[in-house]
């Protein structure tokens, strides 16, 4: 396994490159709750990630998305066994249960499990409650207080055209959510999506009122497209706007992009990690700031020169330590992480190394 850096190959734009709690640090706790914001905030996150769905009577609730039969219990509930249905979400059939169908004091009985038991076992499935973006603001501004550090927050608006067709637009809500906490006045916001519409208007709405909030455009493989493009029958893909040409439309509306790992460095036909692309350096030179997703620390999550033993499901801090250099070395100005303290400790190292 590499264990030395190589030189930089790109400078980051940022001033700091900022370590993000995916999901919280879902390697400790069930994503999305409570606790796993705490333990990514305690082990030094820059930002902490709710993804935003909507409860039936239009609040925002965290979940990674709308469909809820994998990461809570709502399946031992009888009462709710009439509410399983089959939806299409973003042109995929999904068998399940959705937030849309619930009150949010129905969510409020429903509790977390996790979503990897095989490798990060179930010994907190059961305890932790649904949260509120509501919830989520004031925890971050208790947490934040007690560190004595500004920690940013960094949601995501999961299935925009979908909720928005259902009735359930989610901009304009998220964006009163932020002008009513006053923590959110004033710490840093940064609002995510794989759509470019919604960003777009966003971008209308923010003027001189947000000055703390930019915008991310996440972008997933490059022959897929923005839900929100399918849905107008548009031609545009991920590929598309990765080029040099699609970066400078996206630096019009968004102040950085999230691409797949894969994008930035991809892996060889042998699983092993390849060579550098040139995304990073186009979007620097679009004036685009490029935060990848997503680092987790199990083998089977990294690539095969980086493993520790034969087990995919082996626990290796330090290949993923020595795997966020690399793409530190590639000049990232963020990236998501499922364990932040990992994440801190790769970018220590980088700025040990002379010239780094």
Not at 189 to 213: H, M, T
Not at 301 to 314: E, M, N, Q, S
Request: hydrophobic share 40%; net charge negative.
């Amino acid at each position: 396994m590499p264990v030395m850096p190589l030189p930089h190959v790109e400078k980051p734009l940022a001033a700091r490159v900022r370590v993000i709690g995916h999901r919280g640090a879902p390697v400790w706790f069930p994503e999305h709750t409570l606790a796993s914001y705490a333990r990514a905030m305690a082990d030094g996150a820059d930002f902490v990630e709710p993804d935003l769905v909507m409860s039936r009577d239009g609040v925002l609730v965290i979940r990674h998305e709308n469909e809820i039969g994998t990461t809570t219990d709502v399946a031992k509930h009888a009462a709710f066994a009439d509410r399983r249905s089959t939806r299409t979400i973003d042109g995929t059939s999904v068998t399940g249960w959705f937030t849309e169908d619930f009150t949010l004091a129905e969510l409020k009985t429903l509790r977390a499990r996790e979503r990897l038991p095989q490798l990060r076992g179930t010994a907190h499935d059961g305890v932790h409650a649904l949260v509120t973006l509501e919830e989520f603001i004031e925890f971050v501004a208790a947490e934040s207080a007690a560190l004595g550090r500004v920690i940013g927050i960094i949601p995501e608006i999961k299935h925009g055209t979908y909720f928005r067709q259902r009735g359930l637009p989610m901009e304009d809500v998220l964006l009163d959510a932020l002008a009513t906490h006053a923590y959110t006045r004033s710490a840093p916001v940064e609002i995510q999506s794989f759509e470019v519409g919604n960003l777009k208007y966003l971008r209308s709405r923010l003027g001189d009122a947000y000055p703390q909030v930019r915008l991310l455009q996440l972008m997933d493989a490059p022959a897929r497209q923005p839900f929100d493009v399918v849905a107008r029958s548009g031609t545009l893909t991920y590929g598309q706007m990765m080029t040099p040409a699609g970066l400078a439309e996206v630096a019009g509306y968004a102040d950085a992009i999230g691409p797949a790992l894969e994008a930035i460095i991809p892996s060889e036909a042998t699983q092993r990690l390849g060579v550098a692309t040139t995304l990073v350096r186009d979007a620097h030179r679009a004036g685009l700031e490029v935060h990848p997703y997503t680092f987790r620390p199990e083998n089977g999550f990294l690539p095969r020169d980086y493993w520790l033993g034969d087990d995919p499901d082996t626990r290796n801090e330090a290949g993923l330590v020595a795997l966020i250099g690399r793409y530190l070395e590639a000049g990232i100005d963020a990236f998501f992480t499922d364990d932040v303290a990992a994440g801190c400790r790769a970018l220590r190292r980088s700025m040990s190394v002379p010239g780094a």
